[in-house]
């Protein structure tokens, strides 16, 4: 075989391997994740439940510092990101690169996506496209219940 296919395969291979996604996904049985959170946090991460607006502890948060999934303590968000969208729920222009994972949510007749940490598959929320236009245009939409937070 050709050397220059060889290197091109090699690459190929190379540049479709994110190194850094190298993560231990989190396995857990209902049980366990019954008895390791809140009944909120269970039935949000694990049900996909939403929590009401404007009654989850980080709506209107605003410290310094990073914003964590619940059930597996993997960063999400920093507070760099945060801003006060008025929808009820705390929002995010951009996720931590690679702690996300997207789905087509279609659901309650609607067309969304469904925004779920990318290490124990808990549900967070959505991502919407009508965020700060002058950052990133996006809005994540994150229940409460399904973060905790690390101050700075």
């Known amino acids: 075989m050709n050397k220059f ?21 989190i396995q857990k049985s209902d049980s366990e994740w019954k008895n390791d959170l809140d009944n909120l946090s ?14 989850g502890e980080y709506n209107l948060h605003f410290e310094k510092g990073n914003y964590k999934c619940k059930g597996c303590n993997q960063t999400l968000f920093s507070s760099v ?26 659901s309650h007749n609607m067309k969304r996506i469904e925004v779920k940490c990318s290490k124990c598959n808990g549900h967070l929320g959505h991502v919407f496209n009508d965020g700060p236009k002058e950052t990133t245009g996006k809005r994540y939409c994150i229940n409460s219940a399904a973060l905790s937070f690390n101050k700075k």
Do not use: H
Not at 14 to 25: A, D, R, V
Not at 42 to 55: A, D, G, I, N
């Open 5 to 25: 296919y060889i290197i091109f395969a090699i690459s190929i291979v190379m540049t479709n391997y994110n190194f850094s996604q190298e993560k231990k996904q």
């Open 81 to 106: 990101n945060k801003y006060e969208s008025n929808c009820g729920w705390p929002s995010f222009d951009k996720a931590i690169p690679s702690s996300i994972v997207y789905i087509e949510d279609l």
């Open 42 to 55: 269970y039935q949000v991460l694990r049900k996909s439940y939403t929590e009401r607006p404007f009654t």
